[in-house]
Nanobody, 123 residues
């Protein structure tokens, strides 16, 4: 599976962005998908994950209530709607597909990674 993350950009605090993760070469409809982010000088951290049919989701405490993860298996895509953005949300955001159907907060559980998309939130 090859993953392509897109939708990042520069936005003012309080604004919104919608990230997309598209899969190519084969479907990832049987795989859980997660979003992670990495700010300069920091480790990659969990943001959200969604199970293979979308029935189970999980969020980091720092984004819960502001971000929403969803998927459309017919389009082979996963989305991250980010609202009420804060400067501390600034990072490169990565999508990743797990080998299992249910997600994890651990990067080690994800086999396939996209190239990342930059999100910058100005104050």
């Amino acid at each position: 599976v090859q993953l392509q993350a897109s939708g990042g950009g520069l936005v003012q605090a309080g604004g919104s962005l919608r990230l997309s993760c598209a899969a190519s070469k084969r479907t990832f409809s049987n795989n859980a998908v997660g979003w992670f982010r990495q700010a300069p000088g920091k480790e990659r951290e969990f943001v959200a994950h969604i199970s293979w049919r979308g029935g189970s989701t999980s969020y980091a405490d720092s984004v819960r209530g502001r971000f929403t993860i969803s998927r459309d298996n017919a389009k082979n895509a996963v989305y991250l709607q980010m609202n009420s953005l804060k400067p501390e949300d600034t990072a490169v955001y990565y999508c990743a597909a797990a080998l299992s159907s249910y997600g994890s907060q651990s990067t080690s559980q994800y086999r396939y990674w996209g190239q990342g998309t930059q999100v910058t939130v100005s104050s």
